[in-house]
Nanobody
Framework: QVQLVESGGGSVQAGGSLRLSCAASGYIYNGNCMGWFRQAPGQEREGVAAIRSAGITRYADSVKGRFTVSKDNAKNILYLQMDSLKPEDSAMYYC???????????????????WGQGTQVTVSS
């Protein structure tokens, strides 16, 4: 059973930065895919960034150039560096993992089996 625990959320002013972490435990297939998703109140959960264990990344258009996803495969920790934050980035951020996700579906919530509990990010203007 895979367990995911997010940390690093908080409150920051617009233009600031935060780094989220997701610690994964349990059996994880070497070819796994991990991703970050977010959900604001009253909105659907959306994909933000994803990374395969080989380092291939994918980003939502809304965060390209501002967010960077990375992974420490030895420690099984997923990161999301968020820079130039905007108020519209405010949401609960979730970490997700699955053994395999097709290259065109890595930002789709339906493709992931394992989910963390989330960490709140609030960006004030």
């Amino acid at each position: 059973q895979v367990q995911l625990v997010e940390s690093g959320g908080g409150s920051v002013q617009a233009g600031g930065s935060l780094r989220l972490s997701c610690a994964a435990s349990g059996y994880i297939y070497n070819g796994n895919c991990m991703g970050w998703f977010r959900q604001a109140p009253g909105q659907e959960r959306e994909g933000v960034a994803a990374i395969r264990s080989a380092g291939i990344t994918r980003y939502a258009d809304s965060v390209k150039g501002r967010f960077t996803v990375s992974k420490d495969n030895a420690k099984n920790i997923l990161y999301l560096q968020m820079d130039s934050l905007k108020p519209e980035d405010s949401a609960m951020y979730y970490c997700a993992a699955d053994e395999w996700v097709g290259p065109n579906r890595r930002l789709k919530t339906s493709e992931y089996t394992y989910w963390g509990q989330g960490t709140q990010v609030t960006v004030s203007s």
